[in-house]
């Protein structure tokens, strides 16, 4: 049977070639806007944890729910203490402290309420490569009273780099405290939200605005990426559960989850309608195959073979042809894959960002099985109906389509 279903299909080079290209053109669909999409993932998810969040943030326990009303209860006395046993563990890059505090940004001028953070500058210059300096320079460690403003901050403020300004925000006592600051930077990150707010300068600076020794939080960044569960489960089990809290970056990044939710549910209707489409075109293929060929059937079925080897013959036609079509379409995608990511497609700004980017066609192992299976599988149901139609023509009507 497989020698006769070869013959039979490589008999037809119209035919087949039409049912090969519908199966090719769904299944490289399938690799390029799953490449898209899964390129979208990973340029959103590097530039979330690279720009802002890092891969895992550690605070104490009840911070994230009580410390918005006070945060100065839930500070971190003795950072540094919990640094050196974070930073052994394996895949851990560096580890951050961070002291947050709001306050009023002053220009001479005007007042703009901001949301700032203490950070220690150089450990934040290698962990933030998505972070753009648009003006001046990036924050340095010999920075004592350096700030950097992100975008919306400098424009609402109209100010540059080597412009001065003064930052006043409560003491961790109630106070009210206030240091002039030189702006070093302007930043924008691939949120618009947090450039229209966020202020940064060096921890040591903070603490003496804010005077307290203590931080908020713990920026952890890994090695890769993908071992941040791994990781996260090793730090929740070096630090005590009732004295610190840890929070994975796509806990954090609310935006991402509705973002990734949104895109897997248009990829999965796209899916759906590239696989409807197979079905159709190779359906229809099949069925003037299948209606030219009756008189060949009739003549198989009279020579004395069952009608469910003729059923049989039928599928695993079309199943190799599906398999053929299959790997073709993969070959064929992955090449248009590497030679438009060469290239490269200049994308506009996403929603709550300021700046585009250049998408890519990620090449991904789950895609290209996918796309694989469904041009198999597809090709494999497009021929169920019309290889039982012909199988149960009378052999006596079939053999007429031979006259």
């Known amino acids: 049977m497989l020698r006769l279903a070869f013959r039979s299909i490589f008999r037809h080079y119209l035919r087949t070639g039409l049912t090969l290209a519908a199966i090719m053109f769904g299944v490289v669909g399938l690799v390029l806007s ?3 999409v899964e ?44 640094v050196d046993k974070l930073s052994g563990l ?37 962990l933030g490569t998505a972070l753009t300096i648009i003006d001046g320079r990036q924050l340095a460690e ?8 992100g975008q919306g901050v400098a424009n609402a403020m109209q100010l540059k780099a080597g412009s001065y300004v003064t930052l006043l925000a409560n003491t961790a006592d109630g106070a009210l405290n206030s240091l002039e600051f030189e702006v070093v930077g302007v930043f924008r990150s691939f949120s618009k939200d947090f450039d229209d ?14 005077v307290t020794p203590g931080v908020h939080s713990f920026v952890i960044s890994l090695d890769q990426s993908d071992a941040t569960d791994i990781v996260a489960d090793r730090v929740k089990q070096l630090l005590s559960p009732s004295e610190f809290e840890v929070f994975t970056w796509y806990e954090l990044a609310d935006f991402y989850k509705k973002t990734v939710n949104m895109y ?10 590239i696989l409807v489409l197979v079905l159709l075109s190779v359906a229809n293929s ?29 599928l695993l036609e079309n199943t190799i042809l599906g ?73 006596v009507d079939a053999l007429r389509y031979n006259i």
């Not at 009840?62 to 950072?79: A, F, H, I, M, W």
């Not at 703009?112 to 203490?118: H, K, Q």
């Not at 897997?264 to 309608?273: K, Y």
């Open 39 to 82: 390129d979208i993932f990973y340029q959103l998810r590097e530039n979330t944890i690279h720009s802002q969040l890092g891969h895992m943030q550690v605070y104490k326990a009840e911070y994230s729910t009580l410390g918005r009303r006070d945060p100065y209860q839930y500070l971190v006395d003795d950072p540094q203490k919990n």
């Open 34 to 36: 799953g490449g898209f």
């Open 142 to 149: 010999g920075d004592e009273f350096g700030i950097l403003l």
């Open 286 to 314: 099949v069925g003037m195959a299948v209606y030219e060929r009756t008189g060949e059937f009739g003549t198989l079925m009279a020579l004395g073979n069952r009608r469910r080897r003729v059923f049989g013959l039928i």
């Open 197 to 210: 707010h966020a202020v940064r300068i060096s921890l040591l600076a903070a603490q003496e605005l804010l």
């Open 323 to 395: 398999l053929i079509g299959a790997v073709g379409g993969v070959v064929i995608g992955v090449v248009l894959a590497w030679l438009i990511s060469n290239i490269g497609i200049p994308m506009p700004p996403p929603p709550n960002s300021n700046s585009g980017y250049t998408a890519y066609i990620q090449v991904v192992p789950s895609i290209i099985w996918m796309g694989f299976g469904v041009g198999i599988i597809a090709t494999f149901l497009a021929a169920i109906i019309p290889a039982r139609r012909a199988s149960r023509i009378p052999v």
């Open 264 to 273: 897997q549910r248009q990829f999965g209707v796209l899916q759906l309608i």
């Open 90 to 126: 394996s895949g851990v890059s560096d580890v951050m402290m961070r002291l947050n505090f709001s306050g009023l940004l002053n220009n001479g001028r005007a007042d703009l309420p901001i949301i700032g953070e203490g950070i220690e500058a150089e450990k934040e210059a290698r």
